[in-house]
């Protein structure tokens, strides 16, 4: 009976549904987080008869056949690239992104990563860093002596100094875009690695090209929408409890088959 199979795939589907919504849940209040959510298509068919088939011999032709579905499957876990609220922190290192756009990292292996956290620090040896320790590209590093820092929204890094009346020029910050973000590799973090699909990154100056701009002293919150992942997590509820009736029917009917005397 077909129906166990496909009703399991069923239950497999909103099972990956649910994990979904959990982890959008979990991350309600990380920095600039974005919202999933799972995708899905159907299986194969059975062609019991297929659609056109000839079944007279004057040419009659049947306008819809039999097509058996065989149940569903996850395609993706797409991204939702809604930009979260800008909450004010008063930080000289936090960093809104307002648009889109990537921060470009550093890892300890070497290669790239970017992220839309910027929740920025200072390492000991004044290097601006990610809340993991990983440099930010380009590298600045900011004195010792410097008394405060102002960033503006085109990524220029000021340092004021208690002896001097002109800030100083520490740096430029860059952002980087992709020609499709979904497509980014997430490693955990907040940090994305670049992928085939995502496209090379085009790396210029926040307000150049369609990038956004930058807000010092601000920080992106999650675009999770509570209420709605508390609906779709019902929704999904109520599709596992479906299709677990679904094999509860056919195993009764499968009962009822092996009863017959």
Known sequence: MRALQIAATGMSAQQTRVEVISNNLANMSTTGYNARRAEFADLHYQQATRPGTVTAADGTVIPA??????????????????????????????LAIDGEGYIEVTLPSGISAYTRDGGLKRSPDGLIVTSDGYPVVPGITIPDDA??????????????????????????????????EKG????????????????????????VDGLGTLRQGYLEDSSVDSVREITELIKAQRGYELNAKVITAADQMLAATTQVR
């Open 65 to 94: 056949g039999v097509q058996l579905g065989l149940g569903v499957r996850p395609t993706a876990v797409s991204v939702n690239l809604q930009q979260g609220a800008l909450t004010q922190t008063g930080g000289d290192l936090d």
């Open 147 to 180: 008394s405060t820092i102002s960033i503006n929204a085109a990524g220029e890094v000021y340092a004021y100094f208690s002896d001097q009346v002109e800030p100083e020029l520490l740096g430029q910050l860059t952002l980087a875009g992709f020609s499709n």
């Open 184 to 207: 980014l590799e997430a490693i955990g973090s907040n940090l994305f690695l670049e992928t085939a699909a995502s496209g090379t990154p085009q790396v210029t100056t926040p307000g």
